[in-house]
T-cell receptor, first 113, second 117 residues
Framework: EAGVTQSPTHLIKTRGQQATLRCSPI?????VYWYQQALGLGLQFLLW???????NRGNFPPRFSGRQFPNYSSELNVNALELEDSALYLC????????????FGSGTRLTVV | AQTVTQSQPEMSVQEAETVTLSCTYD???????LFWYKQPPSRQMILVIR??????QNATENRFSVNFQKAAKSFSLKISDSQLGDAAMYFC??????????????FGKGTSLLVTP
């Protein structure tokens, strides 16, 4: 069974540009979660999508947005990139409202220069 | 929002020895779930063990066990017979059982575990 896949693995962008990160969940999982892992800050919750709808949002500005497609894959968009957006972005998936934790992807390393 | 605190930024253990990683959390909820995740240098987060708050029995998965103290809001991870492959960043996480709080995992800042031969 394929795990959670994220693309690209690495992404370098210039300040002010837009970045698009993609995530494909495990087959059968309808929930997708996005986290930002900046150095020394642990994992910060960004967004939760389930059945195509945004269900919950972390404490991030509106320039962080995303969507979930009918096949449950998801993309995260970061507009007007700032230097402090440089981080590892992790995607995870689960069955809806699962109490058994998530399965994570290996992340996209975003570097803003 | 619930706060998860890992007070040990770094820990070290010798191979074959036992180490305990600490985690405390702050919540007013009675229904919740706790997790330990491991993040090796490959960056992929791996679920180590989970605990339901309503269960008094501590969870165990092979060499990994937890000490869940609900009244003290403490959830420590014990690794027995440590192996070189256990070296990683370990994250404690909290998930509410209340739909109004959302079901996202709330993570601590992690403990870096070094295993020495």
């Amino acid at each position: 069974e394929a795990g959670v896949t994220q693309s690209p693995t690495h992404l370098i962008k210039t300040r002010g540009q837009q970045a698009t990160l993609r995530c494909s969940p495990i087959s059968g999982h309808t929930s997708v979660y996005w986290y930002q892992q900046a150095l020394g800050l642990g994992l910060q919750f960004l967004l939760w999508y389930d059945e195509g709808e945004e269900r919950n949002r972390g404490n991030f500005p509106p320039r962080f947005s995303g969507r979930q497609f009918p096949n449950y894959s998801s993309e995260l968009n970061v507009n007007a990139l700032e230097l402090e957006d440089s981080a590892l972005y992790l995607c995870a998936s689960s069955l809806a409202m699962s109490i058994y934790g998530y399965t994570f992807g290996s992340g996209t390393r975003l570097t803003v220069v | 929002a619930q706060t998860v605190t890992q007070s040990q930024p770094e820990m070290s253990v010798q191979e074959a020895e036992t180490v305990t990683l600490s985690c405390t959390y702050d919540t007013s909820e009675s229904d919740y779930y706790l997790f330990w995740y491991k993040q090796p240098p490959s960056r992929q987060m791996i679920l180590v063990i989970r605990q339901e708050a309503y269960k008094q029995q501590n969870a165990t998965e092979n060499r990994f066990s937890v000490n869940f103290q609900k009244a003290a809001k403490s959830f420590s991870l014990k690794i027995s017979d440590s192996q070189l492959g256990d070296a990683a960043m370990y994250f404690c996480a909290y998930r509410s059982g209340n739909s109004n709080s959302g079901y996202a995992l709330n993570f601590g800042k992690g403990t870096s575990l070094l295993v020495t031969p």
